[in-house]
Nanobody, 126 residues
């Protein structure tokens, strides 16, 4: 059974940075398509970034391009989301997610993602 433990959320001022971590157990990241999603109060959960199995390809929502970076460390079986130049509109609960699939590209569409982390709160406020 694939499980995730998320960490790294918190309160940060606008313009600041945070790094979210998501440690996986029960499955090797190298065989998973992985993604980060977020959900703000009263809004639908949206895809933020994804990385293909093996790490060859990434994809980002337009709202975070150039500011967020998704990565995976297979030796630690952990994925990360580095968030820079944070804005108040980035405030949300952030979730890591994955599904087993090997291909050269990835999707931020939530429908295919089967396994989810517990979520971590990110608040951007002065």
């Amino acid at each position: 059974q694939l499980q995730f433990v998320e960490s790294g959320g918190g309160l940060v001022q606008p313009g600041g940075s945070l790094r979210l971590s998501c440690a996986a157990s029960g499955f090797t990241l190298d065989y998973l398509e992985i993604g980060w999603f977020r959900q703000a109060p009263g809004k639908e959960r949206e895809g933020v970034a994804c990385i293909s199995s093996g790490g060859g390809s990434t994809n980002y929502a337009d709202s975070v391009k150039g500011r967020f970076t998704i990565s995976a460390d297979n030796s630690k079986n952990t994925m990360y989301l580095q968030m820079n130049s944070l804005k108040p509109e980035d405030t949300a609960v952030y979730y890591c997610a994955a599904f087993p699939f090997r291909r050269s590209w990835c999707t931020t569409s939530r429908g295919l993602y089967q396994y989810w982390g517990q979520g971590t709160q990110v608040t951007v406020s002065s």
